[in-house]
């Protein structure tokens, strides 16, 4: 066990875990380029599975990343499309970066962390997908803005707190999760409801 798990501790290191998978269901490039960032400024001892994140090469390929996020999602429509076409790699990035905060040595901890990590951002991508599909609805661009505006500054706080105060973090995430669980069935009804309605609508009045 290297000296940055020695020094955060279980409860920060599942905080962080739990951080890293959730946020990577909205913003997975900004999220290692945070991590990446706070290991090479020296703000925080990165555990050895996420040092990785901190090397010039990775730095530069998040971030510029994280640019074109940080525009696309911003964008009626586009942000929908970025979400479909992210969606195969922030479950399994945000499941390995769970992992890596424990390491290969610590085996069934990585495991666990991979499973918590995966499941959490699964939670956040769908709730973030259907939130935004239902915000697309709307013809005007600015809610959608917002949002974009309150996700950045999630992924921000949630790696902060998750750091700074693991338990509170823990509490905190285990109330937004199941809020997230019933916005995302909520929402699905809505979109589904509509999509209906438009069907019948663009289908027009059978003719027997």
Do not use: C
Not at 55 to 63: I, M, Y
Not at 81 to 101: E, K, Y
Not at 144 to 158: K, P, R
Request: glycine share 10%.
């Amino acid at each position: 066990m290297n000296e940055a798990l020695a020094s955060l501790g279980t409860p920060e290191l599942l905080a962080l875990a739990g951080a890293l998978g959730w946020a990577s269901g909205f913003r997975l490039y900004a999220v290692m380029f945070l991590v990446g960032m706070a290991g090479a400024a020296g703000w925080m001892e990165l555990p050895g599975g996420l040092q990785v994140l901190q090397h010039p090469a990775l730095l530069g390929a998040s971030g510029f990343m994280l640019f074109v996020e940080f525009f696309a999602d911003k964008i009626p429509v586009v942000d929908s499309l970025w979400d479909m076409v992210n969606s195969v790699v922030r479950i399994p990035a945000g499941a390995a970066l769970a992992a890596g905060v424990f390491g290969a040595d610590s085996g069934a901890m990585a495991l666990a962390a991979a499973l918590l990590g995966g499941s959490l951002a699964a939670t956040s991508q769908a709730a973030k997908t259907t939130t935004r599909a239902a915000i697309n609805s709307s013809p005007e661009p600015f809610s959608n803005i917002a949002m974009s505006l309150v996700e950045d500054g999630l992924v921000v706080g949630a790696v902060w707190l998750a750091t700074q105060h693991p338990l509170v973090f823990g509490v905190l995430l285990v109330i937004v999760v199941i809020l997230m669980w019933i916005v995302t069935w909520t929402l699905f009804k809505f979109l589904r409801g509509a999509f209906r309605r438009a069907q019948r609508f663009f289908s027009g009045p059978s003719h027997v």
